[in-house]
């Protein structure tokens, strides 16, 4: 007799109503914590592809950009240093670059590139980490007699040659890492970050 003034239909409205509206609020409550877990604008814009202007970057001179908080040499070489690279195969670590690691796959050449006459590289050693210095000149240096242009690391001596690719004997036990980049279609740029289309 107790049930007689009990209207269910009521009851399974306000029901269904207080669970939507706990569901509601449940989701409101959650997005804003789902959202802390998202890299900050900073954070993405460091790990973000970085534009390099190379139209001023005169045959045989050398630019720094910043990628991921790294700096990356761009080298535009001349025919002669070019050539010089064929000449260092037996002074080298790993001349042919087999570690795949160290580049992608379309600069797995002789001269670790898209273009011949451009070189893009992360100038970090790969030692303890310090900063090679650009020696891009084909003459002696105090670090070596029969220099023929490169990257000299002043913290211990490394060297690389201008495909940075590691000297024998040096501390440093790999190549300068080539990061994934493309030319854009200006010509005038390097997009830092994003490798060709279609590239492995």
């Known amino acids: 007799m107790a049930n007689e003034g009990v209207d269910h239909g009521r009851r399974r409205f306000l029901t269904a109503t207080t669970a939507v509206v706990g569901g ?3 989701l409101c409550a959650a997005v804003p914590f789902i959202k802390t877990w998202e890299p900050s604008a900073r954070a993405k814009s460091a790990g973000a592809p ?3 202007d190379i139209s001023k970057v005169e045959a045989g001179q050398m630019i720094n950009v910043k990628w991921r908080g790294m700096p990356v040499f761009i080298v535009n070489r001349t025919a002669q240093q070019i050539d010089a690279l064929k000449s260092l195969d037996a002074q080298l670590r790993d001349p042919s670059s087999s570690n795949s690691s160290q580049q992608p796959a379309y600069a797995r050449n002789e001269t670790r590139s898209i273009k011949p006459e451009w070189l893009v590289v992360v100038g970090i050693c790969t030692h303890l980490g310090c900063s090679p210095k650009f020696f891009g000149e084909l003459k002696p240096e105090p670090f070596d007699p029969q220099w023929k242009g490169g990257f000299y690391c002043p913290c211990h001596r490394s060297r690389y040659d201008l495909a940075g690719r590691v000297f024998s004997g040096v501390p440093a036990p790999a ?9 854009m279609p200006d010509g005038k740029h390097i997009l830092i970050g994003v490798g ?3 590239a492995a």
């Open 24 to 26: 509601a609020g449940a």
């Open 50 to 52: 970085v534009l390099a």
């Open 175 to 183: 190549n300068l890492p080539v990061p994934p980049y493309k030319f």
């Open 196 to 198: 060709p289309e279609g």
